[in-house]
T-cell receptor, first 112, second 110 residues
Framework: SQTIHQWPATLVQPVGSPLSLECTVE??????LYWYRQAAGRGLQLLFY??????ISSEVPQNLSASRPQDRQFILSSKKLLLSDSGFYLC???????????FGPGTRLTVT | QKEVEQDPGPLSVPEGAIVSLNCTYS??????FMWYRQYSRKGPELLMY????GNKEDGRFTAQVDKSSKYISLFIRDSQPSDSATYLC??????????FGKGTSLLVTP
């Protein structure tokens, strides 16, 4: 069966510091991978998706970037965090279709 | 206007009640519709998805889509306290981005 991992689970970072969140998927090959953010009082918003190694599509302009160095690894990064980057970051995977996405446990980021 | 609208609740029902959760959407390009359940501080869990208009049943859960009125529903029969969570609806067209509502908070009281 497939499993998706995210770490860290929680993170408190000062404004201006860098960020690296990691997501890995087990039990499947060549998955589509997604990064979402869920901010307080707002719905889930897609930030990036990837259909293959090195292929990243950005859905919204922001202070964040994503990379996919390996087939089942997806990384979310920032060089300098803003207060507005606080939120619950969720990684998801799917096979060839987009409508069956499975989410990881999430990383709760607080920027102070 | 947000593409998917959902009443945030909270919705409180007694154990054993039938629960009706609803969403409306505005994007006619949506073809698939999903329901997710999210417990506090956890990632969303996919409950079920439907294609176009119609009904789909899975155990105590029934999803219903009416594309003519752009209305999405989830019915939960014989609700249990363990069903207490936030329920998120979403739609997707030909792209990769799921468009989520903000979620409805459900509380099932024993």
């Amino acid at each position: 069966s497939q499993t998706i991992h995210q770490w860290p689970a929680t993170l408190v970072q000062p404004v201006g510091s860098p960020l690296s969140l990691e997501c890995t998927v087990e039990g499947t090959s060549n998955p589509n991978l997604y990064w979402y953010r869920q901010a307080a009082g707002r719905g889930l918003q897609l930030l990036f998706y990837s259909v293959g190694i090195g292929q990243i599509s950005s859905e919204v302009p922001q202070n964040l970037s994503a990379s996919r160095p390996q087939d089942r690894q997806f990384i979310l990064s920032s060089k300098k965090l803003l207060l507005s980057d606080s939120g619950f970051y969720l990684c998801a995977w799917s096979t060839g279709t987009a409508y069956e996405q499975y989410f990881g446990p999430g990383t709760r980021l607080t920027v102070t | 206007q947000k593409e998917v609208e959902q009443d945030p609740g909270p919705l409180s029902v007694p154990e054993g009640a039938i629960v009706s959760l609803n969403c409306t959407y505005s994007n006619s390009a949506f073809q698939y519709f999903m329901w997710y359940r999210q417990y506090s501080r956890k990632g969303p869990e996919l409950l079920m998805y439907t294609y176009s208009s119609g009904n789909k049943e899975d155990g105590r859960f029934t999803a219903q889509v009416d594309k003519s009125s752009k209305y999405i529903s989830l019915f939960i029969r014989d609700s249990q306290p363990s069903d207490s969570a936030t329920y998120l609806c979403a739609g997707v067209g030909s792209g990769y981005a799921l468009n989520f509502g903000k979620g409805t908070s459900l509380l099932v009281t024993p």
